[in-house]
């Protein structure tokens, strides 16, 4: 992602390239004339100020308000006592080195806040309402639930609702991840906060914006840095307590020396107080202060690229740490939608047979008979339709052309004498059977016509998710479904979860997941529906499938996946351990090196300049390491 310096930052680079000239130009006079002290001062000090004059003022203003202990405070003192003992040209480049710092950190943290600023831009700036007849541009937070809105091309969609009138394509990139558009027509839904690309479409709202999907990512993704992880709050306690701690320790290496020797001579002074001046450069905590947040940052905003809302430092570590993962099974792993799955005729052809099941059940409402009205494709005939009853927990008896059809249960099969046979494929199975009319008195037994074998179908890339987890090391994998044991068993094999519980009701599920925790590692709850949000919440981390989850779900978790494919769960921990490593990898590397050059320069052997690396080089090196959590 390409970043544009902003104003500030350019105004910074500016007035360190005139201050870097200058103090190229007085270092060369320096050596060339051999300059009186006096005047070698004066030259040094032109580009002291001209790069650091904000670090004083702002040093001087914090210890006005009773804020002293912190890094400019000590670049303050410790430049000040470098131009005390007539380390001019140190001071000046502690001072530009320390500046070229804070630049960059700016620059970094610049970028890691625009690949979140890019998911900000989801909000929509107006909405298109048609009220009286007129089209009228109002503002999103106006717009009722069941108000019409029209969207065009090039258009945010501004709130969640069905399409009435139209078809287009949806760019949903910005929330899923998903670089794909996706064809959108009649009566299918729509997100707030996704681009229309083509075409006029005309959307019935089914939310307020303050409860629509693109209000709640930007309340996810601007309360995130509340959550802070164990690793950012001890940085924080320990720079609260390092720095005085820091200062104390350079006062003492500057005098008790010196005292303890007997020493008058301004000379030995000198030497001490520049080694505490190396000592309080070398000991600035900015690469820690600096780096593990903005690690946690640019980790936070990768994760959003890829459609993956981590809500705060604290779940991407926990996350990092999963070793158990548990989900849900009915749009989880499963896609919630019933489908035919196969069809099995007695003497009748598969057609003819799906051709009664969808006129039977073309009157009802349930996800079973939808399932089979949206396989059949074809039309149907309604006049040829006579009457349809329900029988409640069995199935249907309609009229059609004169002859009764039952579609239902082996329940219903029963009651109608029908000889049916169990199937021996798993899922829900819908048998048909049918009577005559003889003489104006039924068969003492109806015709069996077969079944039709009814499923929920399984998220083409669940196995994928699957396989990743085991490669990353999650040893258990648990899949927890109110279905019946046969379909549990039957998904799980084909998943490859060895480890399954069936008919489990809600309290059952929090009572299981109660009994997994503390384990090996962390566990980790999937699921997506409003009954899974007790679970969500009792787990270490509670990832909710984001697009077609409830809201209990999504406001229960703390990670939530945008465009519900199981197969980002490991992306999401690939992503948190890779940020977890960085953070490590930021706290060994600068307390390790200021450790050697805070000993060598108490020692008298390291100078200003390495100790100028020892702030700033560190604080570059971190950045940089950082700045990796935002790239894949």
Request: with cysteine; charged share 20%; aromatic share 6%.
């Amino acid at each position: 992602m390409k970043y544009k310096m902003t104003g500030k930052q350019k105004k910074m680079c500016r007035r360190l390239a005139i201050a870097s000239a200058v103090f190229a130009l007085s270092a060369v006079a320096d050596h060339i004339f051999g300059l009186p002290w006096q005047i070698r001062l004066a030259i040094y000090l032109i580009p002291y100020v001209i790069a650091g004059y904000d670090v004083l003022k702002t040093a001087g203003i914090n210890i006005i308000h009773g804020r002293v202990f912190d890094e400019k405070f000590l670049m303050m003192v410790a430049t000040a006592g470098a131009l005390g003992t007539g380390e001019y040209p140190e001071a000046v480049a502690v001072m530009l080195f320390y500046q070229v710092g804070e630049l960059f950190q700016s620059i970094a943290v610049g970028r890691s806040r625009k690949s979140i600023a890019s998911l900000m831009d989801i909000r929509p700036d107006y909405a298109v309402a048609v009220r009286n007849g007129e089209q009228i541009r109002v503002p999103p937070e106006s717009v009722a639930v069941g108000e019409t809105v029209i969207v065009r091309p090039g258009e945010k969609i501004p709130l969640d609702g069905i399409v009435i009138d139209g078809e287009t394509t949806v760019n949903t990139a910005a929330l899923t991840g998903e670089s794909s558009p996706v064809d959108v027509s009649v009566s299918e839904s729509v997100i707030s906060g996704t681009l229309n690309l083509t075409g006029v479409i005309t959307v019935k709202t089914t939310s307020t914006f303050g409860e629509s999907t693109v209000s709640k990512i930007l309340e996810l993704v601007e309360n995130s840095s509340e959550k802070k992880a164990r690793v950012e709050n001890f940085i924080t306690r320990f720079a609260r307590w390092y720095t005085p701690c820091v200062v104390a320790a350079a006062v003492l290496l500057a005098v008790i020396p010196p005292v303890f020797l007997g020493v008058s001579d301004w000379s030995i002074w000198s030497v001490w107080l520049t080694r505490a001046c190396v000592f309080l450069v070398v000991s600035c905590p900015c690469a820690l202060v600096v780096s593990v947040p903005l690690s946690f940052f640019g980790g936070i905003g990768g994760a959003s690229r890829e459609g993956i809302l981590i809500k705060g430092a604290s779940y991407m570590e926990q996350l990092a740490g999963i070793r158990t993962v548990v989900f849900d099974k009915t749009g989880t792993l499963t896609k919630g939608v019933f489908a035919v799955e196969d069809i099995h005729p007695n003497i009748v052809s598969a057609a003819e047979l799906l051709d009664i099941a969808a006129a039977c059940e073309s009157m009802s409402t349930h996800p079973v008979a939808q399932s089979i009205v949206r396989a059949h494709e074809g039309h149907i005939d309604n006049r040829a339709i006579g009457s349809v009853q329900e029988i409640p927990g069995q199935g249907v008896k309609a009229q059609i052309d004169r002859l009764t059809y039952y579609v239902g249960n082996g329940a219903l099969m029963d009651s109608v004498g029908a000889k049916w046979h169990e199937c021996h494929l798993t899922g829900t199975i819908i048998h048909i059977a049918r009577e005559y009319p003889d003489g104006g008195s039924l068969k003492p037994e109806a015709e069996y016509l077969g079944h039709i074998v009814i499923n929920d179908e399984i998220k083409p890339d669940a196995a994928q998710a699957v396989s990743d987890l085991k490669a990353l090391g999650v040893t258990r994998l648990v899949m927890l479904t109110g279905d019946k044991e046969k379909v549990a068993e039957a998904v799980s094999s084909k998943l490859g979860i060895s480890e399954h519980y069936s008919g489990m009701m809600p309290q059952d599920k929090v009572s299981r997941v109660e009994e997994l925790l503390g384990g090996d590692g962390r566990l980790a709850f999937v699921g997506d529906g409003i009954n899974d949000a007790p679970v969500l919440m009792r787990a270490d981390v509670g990832i909710a499938m984001g697009a077609m989850g409830s809201d209990s779900a999504i406001e229960s978790a703390d990670v939530v996946l945008m465009d519900d494919k199981p197969d980002k769960i490991a992306a999401a921990i690939k992503i948190a351990r890779k940020t977890m490593t960085i953070v490590r990898e930021n706290i060994v590397f600068a307390l390790g090196v200021k450790a050697v050059i805070l000993a060598l320069g108490a020692l008298g052997i390291a100078g200003m300049w390495l100790a100028v690396f020892g702030d700033v080089g560190v604080l570059i090196i971190a950045i940089l390491n950082a700045m990796r959590t935002m790239h894949k």
